[in-house]
């Protein structure tokens, strides 16, 4: 069974940046596609980035393309997501999910079969 927990959410004034960390119990990366998603104040959720388990390429949604960097470590089992260049917008809850597929449309992150997901950290952007 796979377990994912987020953490790093914080209060950051714009522009500023934010580290957060997924760590993944149960299942190794190499096996699974890691996704991240954030869901703002009366929302949808949406997809901000993916890692491919294969072969290590990411996909980002066209909001966060430049700013935002996805990378895993293997070794710690976790993916991480740097959060540079922070906008007001970016404020939301922040999630894992693993086991989907990594497919970007329209310049936005799908939510394909993510069958595990982690709590969420949250991100404020304010200043």
Not at 12 to 17: I, K
Not at 18 to 24: E, G
Not at 47 to 69: L, M, P, Q
Not at 101 to 117: N, Q
Request: proline share 2%.
């Amino acid at each position: 069974q796979v377990q994912l927990a987020e953490s790093g959410g914080d209060l950051v004034q714009p522009g500023g940046s934010l580290r957060l960390s997924c760590s993944v119990a149960g299942v190794t990366l190499a096996d699974y596609n890691i996704g991240w998603f954030r869901q703002a104040p009366g929302k949808a959720r949406e997809g901000v980035s993916c890692i491919n388990s294969n072969d290590g390429r990411t996909w980002y949604a066209e909001s966060v393309k430049g700013r935002f960097i996805m990378s895993s470590d293997s070794a710690k089992n976790t993916v991480y997501l740097q959060l540079d260049a922070l906008k007001v917008e970016d404020t939301g809850d922040y999630y894992c999910a693993a086991d989907g597929i990594c497919a970007v449309i329209g310049g936005t992150i799908l939510d394909l079969d993510f069958d595990s997901w982690g709590q969420g950290t949250h991100v404020t952007v304010s200043s």
